[in-house]
């Protein structure tokens, strides 16, 4: 595959971006304001559009139960919302029992629980703040004075096995909320229900990222197997109807980093080219997906190498992830 425009000087688009780099906060908030502003008419549409929305999602969140009442109690704005999704991401990678045990004691002992202590109406959600409440108890008291050691021993020898499989059902549980499934067609199955109410899907692998050339090459396949498979479920709906694709850039290349920029256009460009290609004979949209903040502009000159290529014109599918 031959890339001609990539000989072109950078763009003046990318030169601003460049510009931007770490540049003061205040600076740039002012300078974006007043890109920002609505009309009247625009900020009157866009309240009310917000209105209703949030209204709905709390209705809904009100009356809702299991793990996503959980979710709503223990939010990401609280030290035990972190927590636990670290920990529902986290212990779907950990296969042995030990490391699994290090990271309960390194994360439940640390949490607030007993704040979250009757604040729902669910009694999942409050059984499983009193759950941690006790787990974070139990297990920082591992060499600690906070009960006798005759006591502290006795409940550990029959507690931490229960407490490592509760806390690990209650994250797997959790973790169902972001993982669709083990496999892309698991995961095409699990999401036909919700796609039938309205949501679309972009599906990406969970912890991919590729340390050597084999590790990359096996990630391509896999991306290329999801793009049939997503392809074949989409059936012909198009980019935004649809289902699509999310590609982390790290897990196709093993030396993707800005000092290493003309080995990165050279060789990961055409393999994501030939992945596009691929997404754009099913008609389904491929996301580029977030990096590491020192990655932006390397992935912004990937983007505008294949926004200009002519063999990608007039497809809708090259989309980018935006994460902040």
Known sequence: MRFPHLSRPQSGLMDAVTSAWRRDEQICVQSLLPQARLSSSELDKAQELARRLVTDVRTRRRKASGVDALMHEFSLSSEEGIALMCHAEALLRIPDQAT???LIRDKVARGDWASHLGKSQSLFVNAAAWGLLVTGKL???HGETGLSTALT????KGGEPLIRKGVDLAMRML???FVTGETIDEALANGREREARGY???YDMLGEAAMTEADARRYLDDYTRAIHAIGQASAGRGVIEGPGISVKLSAIHPRYSRAQRDRVLAELL???KSLMLLARQYDIGLNIDAEEADRMELSLDLVEALAFDP???GWDGLGIVVQA
């Open 100 to 102: 699994a045990d290090r």
């Open 139 to 141: 297990v920082s008291t």
């Open 153 to 156: 021993r006795l409940i550990a």
């Open 175 to 177: 973790g169902r909320q």
């Open 200 to 202: 679309r899907f972009s």
């Open 270 to 272: 055409p393999r994501l």
């Open 311 to 313: 063999d990608l014109g």
